[in-house]
């Protein structure tokens, strides 16, 4: 309650001296920071969201499978998608391991995204749209991840300084990910679809993001020569 009080007093002398127009001084500055830090420590404790085990890192996985709305002759895309995050100020990483594509077409790209549900009821296509807390154009949602380009009939790819999530109000944890049959335009298409979802085409695969323990990554990691890139 301490705490409270302190970022109200905190907030307050912030917004009478910015009314007047004075300039916010080095010091005040540090203070929101610290004020920003308290504020994110307290949502964190509210929510009961620190990770309990794993030193405070978070780890979540979502195993790839097929949409079950796919047609029989389209290709079986599987894997999984690994996540990192420490808490509670850490970036999200991410390994992306999926097989199943056409051998035959080396480099096409594929579009990835975080879709808004963790529901595949009616396979991929119950996840909704892209997953789009802040009401922003594609592709600028968190889970906006681009082209992810075939090699040998697969996808292996680490990416670190994500803006997605595991923590707060907009955890991506119960979300969903989508992979897509075509590429991602990545909002330049010149319709409404591109600014929604970057007319990626068929989901043909999906996933929904479950909170884990460290074992996929580690084991992952242990197993290949590092994280992969490509
Ligand atoms: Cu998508
Ligand atoms: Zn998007």
Redesign the pocket.
């Known amino acids: 309650m301490n705490n409270l009080f302190y970022l109200a007093a905190v907030l307050t002398v912030c917004a009478v001296r910015s009314a007047r127009g004075e300039v916010v001084k080095p010091v005040e500055e540090e203070l929101l920071t610290d004020t920003n830090k308290k504020v994110n420590e307290l949502w964190m404790n509210f929510l009961n969201m620190k990770p309990a085990d794993n030193d405070g890192i978070a780890y979540a996985t979502c195993s790839v499978s097929p949409s079950s709305k796919l047609e029989s002759s389209e290709i079986k895309v599987t894997g999984r998608v690994l996540f990192k995050q420490v808490f509670p100020t850490g970036k999200l990483e991410a390994i992306f391991d999926l097989e199943g594509f056409p051998t035959d077409v080396n480099q096409s790209a594929r579009?990835?995204?975080?879709?808004k549900y963790g529901d595949l009821t009616d396979g991929c296509d119950s996840?909704d749209?892209?997953y789009n807390p802040h009401s922003v154009d594609h592709p600028h949602h968190p889970g906006d991840f681009g082209n992810f380009l075939v090699r040998d009939g697969k996808i292996q790819k680490f990416l670190s300084n994500l803006d997605p999530t595991l923590f707060g109000p907009s955890s991506v944890i119960g979300r969903s990910v989508?992979?897509?049959k075509q590429a991602?335009d990545l909002g330049k298409g010149n319709n409404q679809a591109s600014l929604d979802?970057?007319n990626?085409g068929k989901?043909l695969a999906c996933c929904i993001i479950g909170s884990s323990s460290k074992n996929n990554w580690e084991k992952y990691i242990q197993g290949t020569s590092g994280f992969p890139d490509r």
């Open positions: 579009a990835i995204h975080i879709h996840a749209g892209h989508v992979v897509h991602d979802n970057g990626a989901r």
